[in-house]
């Protein structure tokens, strides 16, 4: 069986974060593993405390996994501050991983900071060049970018300004637009659509994480990735489709419609 780690932080509510990660690998048959690089307390409401995984610990939970297993894919989320980041890329070039997914984590959907804002430069010096692929939403790509984002005619641009920064590729996705969701992947040499449906449902929570995870799957897999953020991407539009009612705000999407 194909593994996939995911290196994020941990959703008590179970939507998004690791947990979503690893229900993500799971419905595509992948084998989860995890490192946690923060605790937060956090239901469909919103996000109450916080507490980062100390460094070292982060550092170890990376390594024991590499030292005992191949590891096929990994997924990076919230990583919370430089110190962090620094960790994480440093873990990441001496155990040489591969297949690097990196959804750079800015403000959850219920506004929290998930990222400290100063930490953003850090994350593109250390982190970009490892990245297989990023998938920044709108709002993370406008901040990495200082470009304002209205249309997919401005994601293609700050898709290229992206791509310059040292990513081999990305995907600006488009749940933020005011008109259908489309995705835009850009791999220095050419453009690909990923459209979508707009869904009218409240429980998007983890939409991101989902997406992400499913990227980094489909990569465990083999699949190229044009493939794989093509699948990734009818892989949200059904979870947010048979999205739950669970809890009294943002809830969670459904990361098994396809088994029950
Ligand atoms: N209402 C919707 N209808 C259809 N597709 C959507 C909708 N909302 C988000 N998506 C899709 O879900 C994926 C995630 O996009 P989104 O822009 O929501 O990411 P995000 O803001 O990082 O998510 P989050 O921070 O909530 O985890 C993209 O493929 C996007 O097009
Ligand atoms: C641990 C963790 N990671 C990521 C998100 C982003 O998800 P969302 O934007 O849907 O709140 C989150 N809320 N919590």
Redesign the pocket.
């Known amino acids: 069986m194909k593994t996939a780690l995911t290196i994020a932080g941990s959703d008590s509510g179970g939507g ?1 974060g690791i947990q979503a990660d690893l229900k993500t690998f799971a419905a595509f048959q992948v084998f989860g593993l995890s490192a946690i690089t923060a605790i937060t307390a956090q239901n469909t409401m919103g996000v109450f405390a916080v507490q980062e995984v100390k460094p070292e610990i982060i550092a170890a939970q990376i390594d024991c996994l590499f030292e005992d297993m191949d590891i096929d894919a990994v997924k990076i989320g919230m990583v919370s501050d430089t110190e962090i980041i620094k960790t994480i890329s440093a873990a990441l070039k001496r155990n040489n991983a591969g297949n690097v997914v990196l959804d750079p984590v800015m403000i ?2 219920s506004g929290y900071k998930l990222l400290k804002p100063e930490a953003i430069e850090e994350l593109i010096r250390s982190l970009f060049p490892l990245a297989g692929v990023l998938t920044p ?2 709002v993370e790509a406008e901040e990495i970018t200082g470009q304002k984002i209205k249309n997919p005619d401005d994601m293609q641009t700050a898709a290229e300004k992206i791509h310059a920064m040292g990513v081999k590729a990305v995907v600006i ?4 637009l005011k008109s259908s ?1 489309v ?1 835009v992947f850009y791999d220095g040499s050419s453009f690909l659509s ?1 459209r ?4 009218n ?1 409240k429980n ?6 989902t ?1 992400s995870s499913a990227i980094a799957a489909c990569l465990a897999q083999g699949k190229s990735l044009p493939e794989a953020v093509t699948e990734a ?1 009818e892989y ?2 059904g979870a ?1 489709q048979n999205s739950l009612d669970i809890g009294k705000g943002v809830g969670p999407t459904h990361h098994f419609y396809k088994f029950y």
């Open positions: 998004a959850s959907k939403n709108l996705k488009g749940g933020h969701p995705d990923l979508g449906e707009f869904i449902s998007t929570h983890g939409t991101g994480c997406f991407k949200i539009t947010i």
